[in-house]
């Protein structure tokens, strides 16, 4: 069983930055491919970013395209999501999630899920 853990969520002002942290646990993380997507209470859950198993591939959604960068870390069973110049509409809750198949960025399809953390920005 995989479980995510996200952290790094918090409370910040337009501009700031936050680094969200997607802590995995059991087997065989570095071969899944790691997204990131955000839901704000009444809409849809949407995709920001993920990134492949090798970290060859990386994919972005526009509205987060050159202001968020996303990375991991497979010794530590870690991934991140960097979010600068933050604006009040990427308030949401933040969810990591896996995909069995690591070949690509993913923006559909994945398996496993973190319960979120909550952003919030003020303008």
């Known amino acids: 069983q995989v479980q995510l853990v996200e952290s790094g969520g918090g409370l910040a002002q337009a501009g700031d930055s936050l680094r969200l942290s997607c802590a995995v646990s059991?087997?065989?993380?570095?071969?899944?491919?790691l997204g990131w997507f955000r839901q704000v209470p009444g809409e849809e859950r949407e995709f920001v970013a993920a990134?492949?198993?090798?970290?060859?591939?990386?994919d972005f959604a526009d509205a987060v395209k050159g202001r968020f960068t996303i990375s991991r870390d497979n010794a530590k069973n870690t991934g991140y999501l960097q979010m600068n110049s933050l604006k009040p509409e990427d308030t949401a809750v933040y969810y990591c999630?896996?995909?069995?198949?690591?070949?690509?960025?993913?923006?559909?399809?994945?398996?496993?899920w973190g319960q979120g953390t909550q952003v919030t920005v003020s303008s």
């Open positions: 059991g087997r065989l993380f570095s071969i899944y491919t």
């Open positions: 990134i492949s198993q090798s970290g060859q591939y990386t």
């Open positions: 999630a896996a995909h069995r198949s690591g070949t690509y960025a993913y923006r559909y399809g994945y398996d496993f």
